[in-house]
């Protein structure tokens, strides 16, 4: 058995068994610790973009409070992920975990910090999007035992080969606490560390054994390990903390930001980097392929202040608003963009167009995940409880919004009946993103391709469904051109062609894509 009953012990006592009794209190948990999480502003309604990723962080400083580092880093790149959220941290001896489900602010508070003492720690907050939404189980990082060794793993992205592995390990006697692919790439590593007793290898033979798109950090009881999928879909980067005091890895530099971490490079695809007490270290673990680095984290799903591959995110927003001015030019009054992630194409498209941009949707930012149940009356207002038009700016205007991307096409449909309701005499819709045609299997919750609408409807008949004046999307080389301070060239960008760099199994992609007549 890959569980020894001491560490089994010391682990449940001291780190799951309280939370999962505080959890088992609370009126949202069933007996199956099934814990009912709204994905919309109300529950029931399905989201009308891609829905984030998942974080990573990592700490390793012998000087610094780890945890409260990693804590601070999660709510730098809370916007990836707001269903759980969890820490574990490494003492020298071994390796203990809080995590619960919720925002990071409402998982951490001082007393938790202080229990979570030691020179390495691992932090995650998740979007669910494999192994099911709203289970604790599922919440990360997860845990595996090595003898009497704990290791602590937290992941962003999706492994495609999971099944396989997971019923491999249940042959060898390895107990699983959920149905994430997550836990698998867990107790993978504890398995094979176990059978060649040094944890790099452990990770090398899981690398080379999972597909996928995956960044990865991991804390033993004394070194920090960040490692990334060999064609570096998801992204994870390398900063160092002032002083010589430690060094850091975090899913976006922004994460490096707000604890005062210089940027150093990006983890390479296929590398495992190692930090502990002698310094760092590196091993490319397997061959790296040609860069796919997802090229949507550009378009909406990193922050406006991170840089990606050397690619400033904000800047690639300004360039992709620029571009669809030159490709989608169009007669009007005003530019808007849909808050957040639509203002800086809509202040790049206004720069190159001429027309003036303006504030004319006002965002509530306090306004998260809630479940209370609406109303009928008040499902009909639907978006409003996030965005509110300024009829005194856009009344007797033509417009021109821009937006990051259109999925299914119902917040587009809102958004246009709010804004003929405050009074706009034209709405042309303009998207910094191509057409969203095909769903993502490597770590973005999308649709089946089925509820994609314009991989179901003419550009004529989105338009007529949405309700505006006209609608239009940038080219896919514009979309590159924008990104072209990136140092990659090559991206995924399968949600636009449908070309997955990372062969997809049947189980899969069964019931993902359209029927063919």
């Not at 690619?311 to 669809?324: F, K």
């Not at 910094?432 to 609408?453: H, K, R």
């Amino acid at each position: 058995m890959l569980f020894s009953p001491t560490a089994c012990a010391r682990w449940y006592h001291a780190s799951i068994w309280p939370i999962l009794a505080k959890h088992r209190a609370c009126s949202n948990i069933s007996d199956k610790g099934e814990y009912r999480v709204a994905t919309s502003i109300f529950p029931g309604e399905k989201p009308d973009r891609l829905e984030e990723e998942c974080a990573v962080f990592g700490v390793y400083s012998t000087t610094d409070d780890v945890a409260r580092l990693t804590c601070f880093g999660l709510q730098a790149l809370q916007h990836r992920g707001q269903e759980s959220a969890g820490i574990a941290v490494g003492d020298g001896d071994t390796v203990t975990v809080t995590k619960d489900l919720g925002l990071v602010t409402q998982v951490f508070n001082e007393s938790a910090l202080a229990a979570l003492r030691g020179e390495v720690a691992v932090g995650h907050c998740r979007y669910s999007t494999s192994g099911g939404m709203g289970n604790w189980t599922s919440a990360q990082p997860h845990m595996s035992a090595i003898d009497e060794v704990l290791i602590a793993l937290a992941h962003n992205g999706t492994l495609v080969n999971t099944n396989r592995i997971r019923a491999d390990l249940i042959s060898k006697g390895v107990e699983f606490r959920s149905n994430t692919d997550s836990e698998v790439a867990c107790q993978v590593i504890g398995y094979y560390t176990r059978e060649t007793h040094h944890l790099t290898e452990g990770i090398k033979t899981a690398m080379e054994m999972i597909d996928g798109a995956y960044a990865m950090v991991l804390a033993s009881p004394t070194a920090l390990y960040a490692f990334r999928d060999p064609h570096g879909i998801r992204p994870l980067c390398l900063g160092k903390l002032p002083d010589d005091r430690g060094w850091v890895v975090s899913s976006e530099t922004c994460g490096l930001d707000i604890v005062g971490a210089e940027f150093v490079r990006d983890v390479r695809p296929g590398e495992i980097i190692r930090i502990n007490d002698t310094g760092i270290s590196t091993l490319q673990a397997i061959e790296p392929q040609e860069p796919r680095g997802c090229i949507f984290e550009y378009v909406y799903f990193a922050r406006p202040d991170s840089v990606i591959d050397g690619q400033s995110v904000y800047q690639a927003r300004r360039n992709m608003g620029r571009i669809l001015a030159r490709e989608a030019p169009v007669e009007a009054d005003l530019v808007l963009g849909v808050p957040d992630s639509g203002v800086p194409g809509a202040l790049g498209y206004s720069e190159a167009s001429g027309i003036e941009f303006t504030d004319g949707i006002v965002k509530n930012r306090y306004v998260g995940r809630t479940f209370i149940q609406p109303t009928q009356e008040m499902r009909q207002m639907g978006i409003r409880i996030k965005l509110n038009p300024l009829p005194s700016v856009i009344a007797g205007k033509r417009l021109v919004v821009i937006d990051d991307s259109i999925v299914r096409g119902n917040t587009s449909k809102k958004l246009v009946d709010m804004l003929r309701s405050a009074g706009a005499a034209e709405i042309h819709f303009r998207i910094v993103s191509p057409e969203v045609m095909w769903p993502c299997f490597y770590g973005i919750d999308t649709a089946n391709q089925d509820q994609l609408i314009a991989a179901n409807m003419t550009n004529e008949e989105m338009c007529e469904f949405i309700g505006c004046d006209s609608l239009e999307f940038i080219s896919l080389d514009g979309l590159r051109e924008a990104v072209g301070d990136a140092h990659s060239k090559t991206f995924c960008e399968a949600c636009f062609t449908g070309e997955y760099p990372v062969a997809l199994p049947d189980s899969i992609t069964k019931n993902a894509f359209l029927k063919k007549s």
